[in-house]
C-alpha cells in the first residue's frame, strides 16, 4: 500500500509539471512594423576617390510568430518586407594641370528590398507596460530596389568650365556577385542612368529594442 501510494503521489507530481510546462508555453501571432538601420560598404571605387558612406533607416512589415518560454523570454521568428540602404559621398580633384584644379564631387542614395526571415530571442523588461530586448541572426533575399545619384563638377580649367554644374541621375539595382561594367549605359546623355550591382542574398545578426 506504502508503494502504491507513493507511485500515485509521484504520478500526481508529474501531471502537475507537465501542466504547469504547458500554461508557460504561449504561442502568439501578429502584425510587426518597425524600422532597421543596416551597415553597408562598397567595392571598387578608385583609390584617389575620397568616399564616405552612411546607413539610412528603412521600414520593415510583416508579421511575427512569437513562442513563449517563459513569462519574460521567448523566441521570435518573423517573416518581414524589409528596406535597407545607404548614402555615398565623395569627392574627386585633378591636378594634372598645375595652373587649374578639376574638382568632381558625387553623392547617391541607394535602397534595396528584401524579403527577410530573422530569428530572434526577445527578453521582456517591465511587463506589458515596459520594452523589449531582441538579438539573433537573419537570412534575407534581395527582390528589388532604385536609387539616385548626383555628380557636381567645378573647374577653372577654360576647357571643362563650361560644364561646371549639377548633372542628377536615378541608379538601378541588379543582383549578382560582380559590378555591372556599365558598358551598356547610354553616355550621350548628361543624365545616364547608372546599374548598381549587389548581392541577393544576405545574412547577418540584429539587435535592439
Do not use: C, W
Not at 82 to 109: F, L, N, V
Amino acid at each position: 500500500m506504502k508503494n502504491h501510494f507513493t507511485a500515485l503521489l509521484l504520478t500526481t507530481s508529474l501531471a502537475g509539471a507537465a501542466t504547469t510546462v504547458r500554461a508557460q508555453t504561449v504561442i502568439q501571432f501578429g502584425p510587426r512594423l518597425g524600422v532597421n538601420l543596416s551597415t553597408s560598404s562598397n567595392s571598387g571605387t578608385p583609390s584617389d576617390f575620397n568616399e564616405a558612406t552612411k546607413s539610412i533607416v528603412g521600414v520593415q512589415v510583416g508579421g511575427t510568430l512569437s513562442v513563449g518560454i517563459t513569462d519574460k523570454f521567448s523566441f521570435q521568428p518573423s517573416l518581414l518586407y524589409s528596406q535597407k540602404g545607404m548614402e555615398s559621398t565623395g569627392s574627386q580633384t585633378d591636378r594634372s594641370d598645375p595652373h587649374y584644379a578639376t574638382i568632381i564631387k558625387a553623392s547617391a542614395t541607394i535602397k534595396l528590398n528584401y524579403f527577410e526571415l530573422p530569428f530572434n530571442f526577445v527578453y521582456a523588461i517591465g511587463g506589458a507596460e515596459g520594452f523589449q530586448l531582441f538579438a539573433g541572426p537573419y537570412v534575407a533575399v534581395g527582390v528589388g530596389g532604385s536609387g539616385s545619384y548626383k555628380v557636381n563638377l567645378n573647374s577653372n580649367n577654360p576647357q571643362f568650365a563650361q560644364f561646371n554644374g549639377d548633372y542628377p541621375g536615378s541608379l538601378t539595382v541588379e543582383f549578382a556577385d560582380k559590378q555591372n561594367d556599365n558598358s551598356t549605359v547610354n553616355n550621350n546623355s548628361s543624365t545616364p542612368t547608372i546599374i548598381v550591382t549587389t548581392r541577393r542574398f544576405d545574412a547577418g545578426f540584429n539587435a535592439g529594442i
